[in-house]
């Protein structure tokens, strides 16, 4: 069993930054891939970026403004996002799939126009 937190969440201006964070509360192999999805209100959870060694992946909506990267030693992923914009608006939830599919609780992200 895998459990994710994810911190860093809250309420900011568009144009402006956030960064999350997920802690996983066991070691994440070295080749399992970490990301992020998020949920807008009345919306499917939708990918949001993915790190798997040294490759990232992004959705096209959040490329060059996100960036996400990983921290081997302390077990934690962390989405930088820059530039955001309300439809950014959304509980963001880390994802690992290890052993099972594994999802934090979420933290909200609001975007104020």
């Known amino acids: 069993q895998v459990q994710l937190v994810e911190s860093g969440g809250g309420l900011v201006q568009a144009g402006g930054s956030l960064t999350l964070s997920c802690a996983a509360s066991?070691?994440?192999?070295?080749?399992?891939?970490m990301g992020w999805y998020r949920q807008a209100p009345g919306k499917e959870r939708e990918f949001v970026a993915a790190?798997?060694?040294?490759?990232?992946n992004y959705d096209d909506a959040v490329k060059d403004r996100f960036t996400i990267s990983r921290d081997y030693a302390k077990n934690t992923v962390r989405l930088q996002m820059t530039n955001l914009k309300p439809e950014d608006t959304a509980v963001y939830f880390c994802?690992?799939?290890?052993?099972?599919?594994?999802w934090g609780q979420g933290t909200q992200v609001t975007v104020a126009p």
């Open positions: 994802n690992v799939k290890q052993g099972g599919d594994w």
């Open positions: 066991t070691r994440v192999g070295s080749f399992i891939p």
């Open positions: 790190i798997h060694v040294t490759t990232t």
